[in-house]
């Protein structure tokens, strides 16, 4: 079984940084695509970032929502079974629980931003920003 943890949420003010971090525990060979979703107040659970990697090194390809493309960026450290997101220019609208996930096989890019495609999910981190 995977574990996902998620930690680096809070309160920021807006145009602040804040970066989320997800610690996977488990077998490393269990998942392979790892992703960033959000959901704020009132509203459905929307894909934020994620990432694709070989496995056996750094090299991995990243897909964004349109709303944080060239603000968040997603990176792991496969060493260390962990997920980054680091997030800048924040604003009030990027005020919601962010949830780790993880899929148990290799996505096609076609459904990397789709939530099914994700059976592993963390327990989620409030980043609230003030204006």
């Known amino acids: 079984q995977v574990q996902l943890v998620e930690s680096g949420g809070g309160l920021v003010q807006a145009g602040g940084s804040l970066r989320l971090s997800c610690v996977a525990s488990?077998?490393?060979?269990?998942?392979?695509?790892m992703g960033w979703f959000r959901q704020a107040p009132g509203k459905e659970r929307e894909f934020v970032a994620a990432?694709?990697?070989?496995?056996?090194?750094?090299?991995?390809?990243?897909y964004y929502a349109d709303s944080v493309k060239g603000r968040f960026t997603i990176s792991g450290d496969n060493a260390k079974n962990t997920l980054y997101l680091q997030m800048n220019s924040l604003n009030a609208e990027d005020t919601a629980v962010y949830y780790c996930?993880?899929?148990?096989?290799?996505?096609?890019?076609?459904?990397?931003?789709?939530?099914?495609?994700?059976?592993?999910w963390g327990q989620g981190t409030q980043i609230t920003v003030s204006s």
């Open positions: 996930a993880a899929s148990r096989a290799r996505l096609n890019p076609t459904v990397v931003r789709t939530q099914s495609a994700y059976v592993y």
């Open positions: 488990g077998r490393s060979s269990s998942y392979y695509d």
């Open positions: 990432g694709s990697w070989n496995g056996y090194s750094t090299y991995y390809s990243t």
